[in-house]
């Protein structure tokens, strides 16, 4: 069986062998395929692996032989999982490896506006600490987690998992979801949830009715001095009038890991905004996370070619 990974280079730079594949597979690797070059790339491949290569109706007509495909990722918005049914192509994601990791780099997000260390740093490296009369000094206002209200929109794994964490720092937890479960917390509106918060960490779905959710209207409820965290999905974010609160001071910051468009676009309004912190979509990308998203996906291929195909989202 011949298998394409079209895009590796996303999960595996080459600190993680595909040696695990080529058991089952002649296993060609390609570290990123442009969109004129996809079908192509895929020729008569049985099974393909990607992370985010669009894959269309139109692929499908044109890779007849094509019959699996793994995508490298939980969301697998970038298959037209239809059309893939009707052409008879199973397609599976991976769920649930980057809970841990995602909630990490959460409080990485909200330690970075909370103790400052990189200024702090920043200032100790240029001699300031050297020159001050003082045993301490802070350039900026430190603040304890304990006590604080932090909002979280979707309460799935990672949404638990936050609060888990949040917990251990004392924080009172609120939540947001669409499904009550045993055991969560506080569950209140989206509009309470805003009005709250000292920090809100966004971990629902991204859907018709999600996005764009944050917008003028929702950061106008939220406290000035509260700090939005978003480690899910761009497309919840206005970025433009987002760019304008914080450049107005309507909140205190925000934080992401994601934006609208990857790569960033070079006119993102976010770019250059006001106690604005974002990060490269880093959150799942610990060595640790990659490699075990890398054994769920050869799980993955093993149970299709079994014929028992797990973790199936073209149904």
């Not at 200032?123 to 020159?131: F, L, T």
């Not at 996370?289 to 070619?305: D, P, V």
Request: hydrophobic share 40%; with cysteine; proline share 5%.
């Amino acid at each position: 069986m011949k298998l394409t990974i079209l895009d590796g280079n996303a999960v595996n730079p080459g600190d993680l062998p595909w040696d695990e594949f080529k058991k089952y597979a002649d296993v060609t690797v390609y570290p990123r395929t442009p969109a004129e070059e996809v079908i192509n790339r895929i020729g008569d491949s049985e099974a393909i692996c990607l992370n985010k290569i669009n894959i269309s109706e139109e692929v499908f007509k044109a890779c007849p032989n094509l019959k699996y495909i793994g995508v490298l990722a939980t969301g697998y918005n970038v298959v037209d999982v239809k059309a893939a049914a009707a052409h008879n192509v199973v397609v599976t994601n991976i769920p649930a490896y980057s809970t841990d990791s995602v909630a990490q780099h959460v409080f990485s997000l909200i330690l970075h506006f909370t103790n400052h260390v990189a200024m702090h740093n920043d200032s100790v490296q240029n001699g300031d600490w050297v020159k001050n009369p003082d045993f301490c000094y802070w350039n900026a206002p430190l603040m304890e987690l304990s006590g604080k209200t932090l909002g979280i929109f979707g309460y799935g794994n990672i949404g638990k998992k936050v609060c888990d964490l949040a917990k251990a720092f004392g924080m009172k937890v609120i939540c947001c979801t669409r499904t009550a479960k045993p055991g969560m917390p506080e569950q209140v509106s989206f509009e309470e949830l805003l009005k709250q918060s000292d920090f809100i960490s966004l971990h629902a779905p991204l859907t018709a009715e999600t996005a764009n959710i944050i917008n003028s209207k929702s950061l106008s409820l939220m406290k000035k001095s509260a700090y939005l965290i978003n480690t899910a999905r761009g497309g919840f974010i206005n970025e433009a009038e987002l760019a304008q609160a914080l450049n107005e001071g309507l909140i205190a910051g925000y934080a992401a890991d994601v934006v609208c468009e990857e790569p960033m676009a070079k006119n993102n309004p976010l770019l250059g905004a006001k106690n604005c912190v974002i990060t490269p979509h880093i959150a799942w990308a610990p060595y640790e996370t990659r490699k075990r998203l890398q054994g769920i996906a050869i799980e993955n291929l093993k149970a299709w070619l079994n014929g028992n195909p797990q973790n199936v989202v073209s149904k």
